[in-house]
């Protein structure tokens, strides 16, 4: 990985460059608020908020991960794997996210280095991570783009950047994750920060924020 986001000076730089390479990004900036940097240290515990992030509000992802925490603290994979089920129900884990919970851990016993993935280019560390069952390319992605840095990841699949992309850019109806993938390749290399930028935007725009829960140490 030729470079990292890892500051808010780098999400400024990254900011002033997506206004060059596409205009229209200048009113998404100016009506977006504060693009925070949404960075968290890379390892299981991060990529768990993340899983438990998948397909429910913002709200509800960190009241069942908080739950989790209380309930298994440290939450390791040895302390995963030896959980009985009624940790997983009390957090209000539902039934496939328990099965990749005890995947990760798994995998992660089994070897799986989460903190190494960070130096990998992001085709490698995403072919890793997807391999693990249930980590599909929207959590790998919010990974490597919060706990690794990675500056040119666009999540396409979430549904918040779909809609906050199709009004800022009055695309109707929303775009679906492989038109805005493609939309996405005219603001490489910062897509990571396009991403933010979104999220920002869509917190604006709906008064709630939507990007991705991550544990408590995000800065």
Not at 13 to 34: C, N, S, T
Not at 100 to 120: F, H, I, S
Not at 161 to 190: F, K, M, N
Request: aromatic share 6%; net charge neutral; with cysteine.
């Amino acid at each position: 990985m030729s470079r990292r986001i890892a500051t808010m000076e780098d999400i400024v730089e990254g900011l002033e460059a997506l206004a060059v390479l596409d205009p229209r990004l200048v009113h998404v900036i100016e009506h977006a608020g504060q693009v925070p940097l949404r960075l968290s240290h890379p390892g299981f515990d991060s990529l768990i908020s993340i899983v438990i992030s998948q397909q429910v509000s913002r709200a509800s992802a960190d009241a069942i991960l908080n739950r989790f925490i209380r309930l298994l603290d440290p939450m390791t994979p040895q302390a995963v794997l030896q959980a009985p089920d009624s940790v997983f129900r009390e957090a209000g884990l539902s039934r496939p996210k328990q099965r990749t919970v005890l995947a990760l851990a798994a995998a992660v016993c089994d070897g799986l280095d989460l903190a190494e993935l960070v130096a990998l280019d992001a085709d490698s560390a995403l072919k890793r991570l997807t391999s693990v069952t249930g980590i599909g390319p929207w959590t790998a992605e919010v990974y490597l783009l919060f706990c690794a840095g990675h500056p040119d990841i666009f999540p396409a699949k979430d549904v918040a950047l779909q809609s906050a992309v199709g009004h800022a850019l009055g695309i109707q109806p929303r775009p679906d994750d492989r038109t805005l993938t493609a939309l996405a390749e005219s603001w490489s290399p910062w897509r990571g920060v396009a991403a933010r930028l979104f999220w920002a935007y869509y917190r604006e725009m709906k008064g709630k924020d939507a990007a991705p829960t991550l544990r408590p140490t995000e800065k």
